[in-house]
């Protein structure tokens, strides 16, 4: 979709969403937008970069922005890009996978007053899509104590699972916004860093800042995620071994009585044949080894 044209405090913005295949043509043909710059926009699998093409006078940017996956049991996020091109004065934002906080930001950017250059636009539209990390974070913190809590008690499955798409979302943002802030770092030394004024430059900065405090949560919640995951993953193999453990000595007592009566219970001339009670002798013996083997694995502590 391409809305129309929005006259703003010094510029126009042309807000587009999930463009198809006739309104990318649209675009290149009434405004002269580049087939190159139109498949970095459309791509969702674009990592955070900045593209300056002087010979069109045009300016990419594109940042990653939290993106929650449909028809999955458990919440489960990834990352999709955003696009924000400059294209010979005038603004246009790319939001190809129909987010609402995505529209909503530019939305609030746009009714600023203060907003008076395509480049202070986008700067405090990126400070709000940077923060849209922030929710998702916190709701990922409160699963990760409820899930906590249950698999102390009881480490199902279900529970395991839920814990690793925790894992996944988080590895996910880590990596979003690890390339939004190698782009944030990148930016002064370009050509929309160096033509910024003092307090676009600013503006940058507090993202820049806002960037990396949302890194330190999502570093900080990975970390506890893991060594919440690992933790779990030594108990089960803990488990497991104590589990394997007792099947082995419980077959090998059990081999004991199928030995002895198995011997006494061959076709040839033997002990005892002629002694009414031997079958309790034959028993008794199979419990005597059977306590004489488990004291013996007592013994050597593998009791």
């Known amino acids: ?25 649209t675009l290149m043909a009434e405004y002269g937008i580049t087939d190159d710059i139109i498949t970095y926009v459309t791509d969702k699998d674009e990592t955070a970069n900045y593209v300056y093409d002087p010979a ?17 049991q458990a919440p ?31 939305q609030k950017t746009a009714a600023d007053p203060d907003i008076t250059t395509t480049s202070a636009f986008i700067l405090e539209s990126m400070f709000d899509l940077v923060d849209s990390y922030i929710p998702i974070v916190k709701f990922v913190t409160k699963q990760r104590n ?36 190698d782009l944030f770092t990148r930016i002064p030394r370009t050509y929309f ?18 960037s990396d405090q949302v890194q330190h949560m999502i570093e900080n919640e990975e970390q506890v995620v893991n060594r919440i995951t690992d933790t779990f993953d030594s108990i089960i193999n803990n488990n497991l071994n104590d589990t394997m453990k ?15 009566t198995g011997f006494f219970g061959m076709n040839v001339k033997l002990p005892l044949e002629s002694f009414n009670l031997a079958w309790i002798m034959v028993i008794v013996l199979s419990i005597g080894l059977i306590a004489w083997l488990l004291l013996v694995f007592k013994m050597h502590h593998r009791l």
Do not use: C
């Open 1 to 25: 979709m391409i809305k129309p044209t929005k006259q703003l405090n010094g510029f126009d913005w042309v807000e587009t969403t999930a463009l198809t295949a006739d309104e990318q043509q």
């Open 56 to 72: 069109n006078n045009q300016q990419l940017m594109i940042v990653l922005v939290p993106y929650q996956l449909k028809n999955t």
């Open 76 to 106: 489960r996020y990834i990352t999709r890009p955003v696009g924000f091109l400059i294209h010979q004065g005038v603004l246009f934002t790319f939001n190809e996978s129909r987010l609402n906080f995505v529209d909503a930001a530019f």
């Open 146 to 181: 409820q899930l906590d809590k249950m698999l102390n008690k009881d480490a199902k499955n279900t529970n395991l699972v839920a814990l690793s798409y925790l894992g996944q979302t988080l590895t996910f943002f880590n990596s979003g916004v690890e390339s939004n802030n």
């Open 193 to 210: 860093g160096v033509n910024n004024s003092s307090i676009e430059n600013d503006l940058l900065e507090d993202v820049s800042i806002e």
């Open 246 to 260: 007792f099947l082995t000595i419980w077959s090998l007592t059990m081999a004991v009585p199928t030995i002895v």
